[in-house]
């Protein structure tokens, strides 16, 4: 929001039965007793680290990128070294009876990538390898955005990522995976051409369109945590160059009259542009509203000048910076390093324009931010879609929100010691602010920014593709091992 790892090659069919697991694992549940789980048993079988309450590291280790969750704590972390290690740590916890849940990057918007069991941490097996000759990366285990760019720059090579330097890469793509490449290159999910999964019951399984292709198809945005744990990732390159980007602020703006024309130039824009506006809720409704938008183009900044000509004549920018830069320079410039917080986020995708109740509802509701005895914040974000997203079928992928001019969000986020009532307030306007919008959008919500609030999540996220995903994870996890409160589950309700 590093580096070094070791890789396991199983057997010459790169598959690994859980037979055999069976017959080399099996000790481990012959360890436990009836006075609950062996936890020195599982120290002892892993090539990584056991990390537990008390131990150097732990509070580090257990902590979530959305603090609001961080009083949930692991009784154990497998700090993970290699996938045998992951087939181990999952083993033990199933003969234990020991609720599992993997972490890659841990920034879960739900906090579900934490337990009160055992927490498969994947943060020991962090590299990325480019091969020039086949176009390809391979990047393992928790490896961030900011790996997977280390090792493409030197050879002017991407894949479309995230926004974020510390956001795992796996996880990014298990969910779709959006940033400022995606409308030009698609998304990251969509660069993907194999995994490596370990299932429940401790087989190792390639998925690629060839072997387990519908586990394959599951895994290119069905999310992270349902099927197994990922445990590599293979993408398709390519090759990059000289691009333009722009950040332009407004301090005090009608919203309604901006977000229009930005949503404008969004509709008829080539694949090359793209654009994340950010809109700063005040907590005083006559405080002045402020829009911060940036995006890249891949093309000279003298064409993408030309492209915001239409925003910047409905209203003058306070800031405005269009210039060309390396695709690298660009990507420093534009990202988002913030760190650990309390917060919330809701997500709804945007078909098409927003016609004037909309954006009379989203201005006016931009403006009832609660005010809080502690420093706070509120925002609503608008990101590009479209592009060649849109030119993949929805049921080529599980990522199925294929159509979508844009996506957009809104959150909030507080300081640690603010008062609860001063939480809930903040939780209720972004609640009201996502019902209002909702017959302005739709009701699609990204998976990526997974949302506890949702009810009727699977169709939410999924839509038409839940049947299949449901299917999928009955025939390879019918145990539900693999579970949390917005896992695809094992059958429909």
């Given at each position: 929001m590093s580096i070094t790892r070791r890789e396991f090659l199983a057997t010459s069919g790169r598959v690994v039965g859980a037979a055999g697991l069976a017959s080399q694992l099996g000790w481990l549940s012959?360890?436990?007793?009836?006075?609950?789980?062996?936890?020195?048993?599982?120290?002892?079988?892993?090539?990584?680290?056991?990390?537990?309450?008390?131990?150097?590291?732990?509070?580090?280790?257990?902590?979530?990128?959305?603090?609001r969750y961080a009083a949930?704590?692991?009784?154990?972390?497998?700090?993970?070294?290699?996938?045998?290690?992951?087939?181990?740590?999952?083993?033990?916890?199933?003969?234990?009876?020991?609720?599992?849940?993997?972490?890659?990057?841990?920034?879960?918007?739900?906090?579900?990538?934490?337990?009160?069991?055992?927490?498969?941490?994947?943060?020991?097996?962090?590299?990325?390898?480019?091969?020039?000759?086949?176009?390809?990366?391979?990047?393992?285990?928790?490896?961030?955005?900011?790996?997977?760019?280390?090792?493409?720059?030197?050879?002017?090579?991407?894949?479309?990522?995230?926004?974020?330097?510390?956001?795992?890469?796996?996880?990014?793509?298990?969910?779709?995976?959006?940033?400022?490449?995606?409308?030009?290159?698609g998304l990251a999910t969509d660069a993907l051409t194999e995994t490596e999964l370990v299932t429940a019951a401790g087989d190792v399984l390639t998925c690629n369109q060839a072997e387990n292709p519908d586990l394959f198809w599951a895994c290119r945005g069905g999310g992270g945590g349902s099927f197994g744990i990922n445990t590599s990732f293979t993408f398709r390159t390519t090759p990059i160059g000289e691009v333009s980007i722009y950040r332009c602020t407004w301090n005090s703006v009608d919203p309604a009259l901006l977000l229009d024309a930005f949503q404008r130039v969004l509709a008829v824009a080539p694949d090359a542009f793209s654009m994340r506006l950010g809109f700063d809720a005040p907590a005083n409704p006559r405080a002045a509203v402020k829009l911060e938008a940036i995006g890249q183009y891949f093309g000279p900044s003298t064409q993408l000048a030309d492209l915001l000509a239409p925003v910047f004549a409905t209203a003058a920018p306070t800031t405005r910076e269009v210039h060309d830069v390396t695709y690298w320079e660009g990507k420093d410039l534009l990202a988002d390093n913030e760190g650990p917080s309390e917060f919330t986020e809701r997500s709804l995708f945007v078909p098409g324009l927003i016609g004037s109740d909309g954006l009379g509802v989203f201005s006016d509701l931009l403006r009832r931010r609660p005010a809080t005895v502690g420093p706070s914040s509120g925002s609503v974000k608008v990101f590009s879609w479209g592009g060649a997203i849109g030119r993949v079928a929805p049921s080529a992928t599980a990522f199925v929100h294929r159509q979508a001019l844009a996506l957009l969000s809104v959150g909030t986020s507080w300081a640690s010691d603010e008062e609860p009532s001063g939480v809930r307030r903040l939780l209720a306007w972004v609640d009201q602010f996502w019902e209002a919008m909702r017959p302005h959008t739709s009701n699609a919500s990204y998976q990526n920014f997974i949302d506890p609030a949702l009810t009727d999540w699977e169709r939410a996220y999924y839509g038409a593709n839940l049947e299949r995903l449901v299917a999928i994870k009955r025939h390879v996890d019918p145990d539900n091992v693999f579970h949390f409160a917005q896992s695809i589950p094992t059958r429909l309700t």
């Open positions: 012959a360890c436990t007793t009836g006075a609950g789980p062996n936890w020195d048993a599982l120290a002892r079988a892993l090539r990584g680290r056991l990390i537990r309450s008390g131990n150097p590291g732990y509070e580090d280790a257990a902590l979530p990128q959305n603090l949930r704590r692991p009784a154990g972390i497998a700090r993970c070294a290699d996938t045998p290690d992951v087939r181990t740590a999952i083993r033990w916890a199933r003969d234990n009876h020991v609720p599992l849940v993997a972490r890659g990057g841990g920034h879960s918007y739900g906090g579900y990538s934490t337990t009160p069991g055992l927490l498969i941490d994947l943060n020991g097996m962090t590299s990325v390898t480019a091969d020039p000759i086949a176009g390809t990366a391979r990047v393992v285990g928790a490896a961030r955005n900011r790996d997977l760019a280390a090792a493409l720059q030197p050879l002017e090579v991407t894949v479309s990522a995230g926004r974020c330097p510390g956001v795992g890469v796996g996880g990014l793509t298990l969910g779709g995976g959006f940033g400022f490449s995606a409308r030009q290159l």
